[in-house]
């Protein structure tokens, strides 16, 4: 059978309750997927049916933007015959099920290593706003050391069909399943929480920690009893006790169970240095400066050292319901400061440990999901070549800024280095950034920093894959020894780099991430920190412009595009406690795209069918422009209905002076086209970039693999601080953003640049 005109079944290789999992081939991409078909009751109405569907729909794309080592990727969501069928990530391995089934219970300290990979994995779905809600080892494969999380939202869809298909009915697997959801109260993180304590239990200990004859037996066991204690658990022990707290109040978060997994690992591997030691699996974006779910609104607290216990389990972080009308987004600065504890653990000190590392999280600033991993390492003025003994001159990303002469430093390097610099940019539709701001600002830097005009090539692809690529291949026959691509989309972005890699040019990917691919290193503003900025700026608005039941569209780019997964996974964890609390009602969510024409068709579909939307998280100026052009046609009103955008393009500046966007996202392009220029030439020279300017890394979903990253930030601008931003840093005249009608409302912002 062919599904979605692409994907061949093969054979089946497993089911259960909530779906059929196949063996396919994607005939266009030539691979081996797992396509799973969700299971929909039989007995429900031909408009109940599609309401599932379009249900299922919606939680599977919310779960493909999970961009995680430690969670199965999804590729693609199809709907065939009025089934939805899920395109996944096929994974070599067993379920951690199997492997207890098969083997028995694990060595404690191979449970802390799944339990560590679990944990992050978790930190960063509820840090999107996504409960599992059915974590059970089951649920959990293993291959090689890796542990993989799979069905993410597959709970929730079915959870979602008991409403139709009867009363009474339970949506999952009761000795896994927290007290509160047995119970049929609302679900959150610290649910997942529960079954991450009963998947351990159940893998240390090699029998869940609640079980009985009967289902009534086991409900009534996990409501009521505390679990046997373990015999096998060690250091674990105090651990597994806090997460099966009743109380969900009491247990510890998905990202102080990911660090102090961590550190049980490290004092386990120093108590034993001279033992052979398993592979561990490659770094992990939580495992760095790790995700809390921060709120996003000043009246959900991060969290209070009053609600922690003395001992036996870690305090969530307790707070009211959001509210809907925070006074402005908190900024997107701060960061949290890893924390590496490296002492023999056992006993009540695990409580310790546990209440240290949440005390020191919370105390500390707090941080932010991102793209990926940054580094706190405090940088060098200089380091020494290791074959010449010369100095070798340093930058650090607070050293740039629209001046440029920072890259001043680096012109021995380039003096030093061979071959020329080839930069190919995608298009001039998806935004005009390219031709008005990159193609030029990559010119000034890469000569700021030394290199002749002879030695540098800036090319458009003009929207073509096949030109792209062609461009790469013509920059290394005319002996470019970097490139710097902006890829179109990971396909064309794994030809180029590719063929760079067979010829020995490095590739350094810039604002746009090739899944799939092999550059040496990428320079980009943080995804999934410029989504968060978009959805905290919605927040803001919808409150000062007192839109009383928001009734929120919320449209993503073009689903190809890592960027635009990112940029989701910011806003949609910003918006989710709105939504899960029923302040907000999410009503739309259209396909996406980049292409502004299309982004308009879209809306204008979904604005037909739900008349009653008045917000819109919109995620550029490029498609925020026509969109609000036929809101201004339908006769909407300034400052009634909040919408978004990027890229601080000229009409959206001038939409936000009108009131009809609330803001944009200002990142100023000099500095990523610094951070890239500066990046080629330390790699032009052979040399390695220092770790102030190379400041994180990013995971390549597709390779599972971390790429050594630039991460900068952007800011949210609205007319508050739009002089003191774009007309400073002159990325728009005051003359063209006040000119004519607009002249008035430039006035009223102050700008006078």
Request: charged content about 15%; overall charge negative.
């Amino acid at each position: 059978m062919l599904i979605g005109g692409r994907y061949l079944l093969v054979e089946p290789v497993g089911e259960g309750g909530m779906g059929r999992v196949w063996r396919g081939h994607d005939q266009v991409l030539d691979r081996e997927v797992a396509v799973k078909e969700v299971l929909l009751p039989r007995q429900v109405s031909a408009a109940e049916q599609a309401e599932l569907v379009a249900r299922t729909m919606r939680e599977a794309r919310a779960a493909a933007r999970l961009n995680h080592p430690g969670v199965i990727t999804i590729h693609d969501v199809v709907e065939h015959d009025g089934a939805p069928w899920i395109v996944m990530q096929l994974i070599s391995g067993r379920s951690l099920g199997a492997e207890i089934a098969a083997n028995g219970r694990l060595p404690w300290q191979r449970v802390a290593e799944i339990g560590e990979q679990i944990a992050d994995a978790l930190a960063h779905a509820h840090a999107a706003g996504i409960v599992h809600r059915d974590l059970k080892p089951d649920n959990v494969l293993l291959s090689g050391r890796r542990a993989i999380v799979t069905d993410f939202g597959i709970a929730r869809i079915m959870d979602s069909t008991t409403k139709l298909t009867g009363p009474g009915m339970m949506i999952g697997t009761p000795q896994y399943m927290a007290p509160e959801q047995l119970e049929g109260s609302s679900v959150d993180a610290a649910a997942d929480m529960w079954a991450l304590g009963a998947t351990l239990y159940a893998a240390v200990e090699g029998i869940p920690p609640f079980d009985g004859p009967t289902l009534a037996a086991v409900i009534t066991a996990v409501l009521t009893r505390a679990p046997a204690e373990p015999v096998h658990a060690g250091p674990l022990l105090q651990l597994l006790g806090a997460l099966l707290a009743k109380d969900p109040s009491q247990r510890p978060d998905a990202q102080a169970v990911t660090r102090v997994l961590a550190s049980q690992l490290s004092a386990s591997a120093a108590d034993a240095p001279a033992a052979p030691q398993p592979d561990r699996p490659a770094a992990r974006p939580g495992t760095g400066p790790v995700h809390p779910e921060t709120s996003t609104d000043p009246g959900l607290p991060a969290g209070d050292a009053s609600t922690m216990p003395a001992a036996g389990g870690v305090a969530r972080p307790s707070g009211p319901e959001p509210d809907a009308s925070p006074s402005h987004p908190p900024s997107p600065r701060s960061r949290s400061h890893r924390v590496t504890l490296t002492a023999s653990v056992g006993g009540a000190a695990v409580a310790a440990l546990i209440v240290a590392v949440l005390v020191l999280r919370l105390a500390g600033p707090g941080s932010h999901p991102g793209s990926g991993s940054r580094s706190n390492s405090p940088s060098t003025s200089t380091s020494t070549s290791a074959s010449s003994g010369a100095a070798i001159p340093q930058i650090s990303i607070s050293d740039l800024n629209n001046s440029f002469t920072a890259l001043a430093k680096l012109r021995p390097l380039a003096g030093s280095g061979r071959g020329s610099v080839g930069v190919i940019l995608p298009d001039t539709i998806s935004s005009t950034r390219y031709v008005e701001f990159d193609a030029p600002y990559l010119r000034q830097a890469l000569t700021t920093a030394g290199l002749p005009g002879s030695d540098i090539t800036i090319q458009n692809a003009q929207g073509s894959d096949p030109t792209q690529l062609s461009d790469a291949e013509s920059d290394i026959t005319n002996g470019a020894s970097v490139l710097i691509v902006d890829p179109l989309d990971s396909t064309v972005g794994a030809q180029i780099e590719s063929y760079a890699q067979s010829r020995g040019v490095p590739v350094i990917d810039y604002d746009r991430l090739t899944l799939g691919g092999s550059r040496s290193y990428y320079v980009t503003f943080d995804g999934v920190e410029t989504g968060q900025l978009m959805g905290q700026g919605l927040v803001s608005c919808i409150s000062a412009w007192h839109v009383g039941h928001p009734d929120v569209m919320v449209m993503t780019g073009a689903p190809s595009d890592n960027n635009a997964t990112l940029f989701a996974q910011g806003y949609d964890g910003v918006l989710a406690p709105y939504f899960s609390s029923g302040k907000y009602k999410d009503v739309s969510n259209p396909p996406g795209t980049w292409d502004p024409p299309t982004a308009l068709s879209e809306f204008e579909q979904q604005f037909t069918a739900h008349p009653d939307i008045n917000a819109a998280l919109i995620p550029d100026d490029e498609n925020a422009a026509p969109i609000i052009g036929y809101l201004k046609d339908k006769g909407v009103r300034p400052r009634t209905f909040p919408t978004t955008g990027q890229d601080a393009t000229l009409p959206g500046l001038q939409d936000i002076l009108a009131g009809y966007q609330c803001g944009t996202v200002y990142k100023p392009i000099y500095l990523e086209a610094e951070a890239a220029a500066a990046v080629a030439i330390y790699v032009r020279a052979g040399q390695t970039p220092p770790s102030a300017l190379v400041n994180g890394s990013t995971t390549d979903s597709a390779s599972d693999t971390q790429v050594p990253s630039v991460l900068l930030s952007g800011e949210w601008v609205t007319t508050a601080n739009m002089n003191s931003t774009i007309i400073a840093d002159k990325f728009v005249p005051a003359s063209q953003l006040c000119a004519g009608s607009y002249a008035d409302a430039c006035q009223a912002a102050g700008i006078t640049g």
